[in-house]
């Protein structure tokens, strides 16, 4: 499964675990839930899933950037748990930049999304937490089918337009090389994870194997199911 082994063998071979030092140094990024600009196509429980789905895609993209520092999404949703905050992600830009500076974050990303009958659009701000300040705004449109590549170019707009460090060259190539999973298979791994948040680990397996059936090379589901399988 080119797909899986060729990211796991490279960020084991290039790079080193950072030490604590060197990771607070790292920019510091934290990304919301999706908000649902106003969608169509699809039934309501799919465009609920994408706004956890399309969480989560674009903390994996961040991840991926060993030069970049990234909170993880269920350490946001128990902060915005015990802040008493709608774990939407519908929060004012003051209260983000605090709760950014709460996770160590030096951005936080806020994202929506509309999908008329597959022509999809994504947006986002970007906070700077220090200042409370919209720093950057980007924008990506395409077909749903296009859903995970359009996730990962506005990745990449992030990172470039906050001048970030960039992903390591033989990392960008060796991800450039794999395939995109179908618009189908990320559907069923949004609601695995829409599921999953509400406790229910055995609908949550279901769809993660769906998914991996969809496409079997879909690290994130795999990896995802295999966290369920040892919880």
């Keep these: 499964m ?4 060729t990211i796991a063998v490279l960020a084991a071979a290039v790079f080193a675990v950072p030490t604590a030092a060197q990771a607070q140094e790292m920019p510091g990024v934290a990304v919301m839930t999706f908000e649902n600009g106003g969608s169509y196509g699809l039934d309501s429980e799919n465009f609920d899933a994408l706004r956890i789905g399309l969480q989560q ?3 994996t993209e961040f991840s991926a950037n060993p030069g970049l520092r990234v909170v993880d999404r269920h350490s946001i949703n128990e902060l915005l ?3 008493d905050l709608d774990a939407s992600g ?3 830009d003051a209260t983000a930049a605090r709760i950014g500076r709460v ?10 999304f509309v999908d ?6 994504l947006d986002i701000r970007i906070i700077n937490t220090e200042t409370s300040e919209i720093v950057r705004t980007e ?7 296009d859903l995970y590549d359009m996730v990962t170019e506005l990745a990449t707009k992030v990172t470039t337009g906050l001048d970030l460090p960039m992903m390591p060259e033989a990392v960008r190539e060796a991800r450039a090389e794999r395939s995109s999973p179908p618009a189908t298979a990320v ?14 680990a055995e609908r949550a397996a279901q769809l993660y194997s769906r998914a991996i059936q969809e496409f079997p090379e879909y690290t994130e589901a795999i990896e995802g199911l295999e966290q369920l399988d040892q919880s």
């Design 103 to 112: 996770v160590g974050a030096r951005y936080m990303v806020f994202g929506g």
């Design 81 to 83: 748990a015990e802040q």
């Design 90 to 92: 519908r929060v004012d």
């Design 2 to 5: 080119r797909f899986r082994s």
């Design 57 to 59: 895609m674009m903390i």
């Design 187 to 200: 559907q069923f791994y949004s609601r695995a994870l829409l599921y999953e948040d509400r406790g229910d």
């Design 139 to 145: 924008q990506v449109r395409d077909n749903r089918e």
């Design 116 to 121: 008329f009958y597959g022509d999809m659009r």
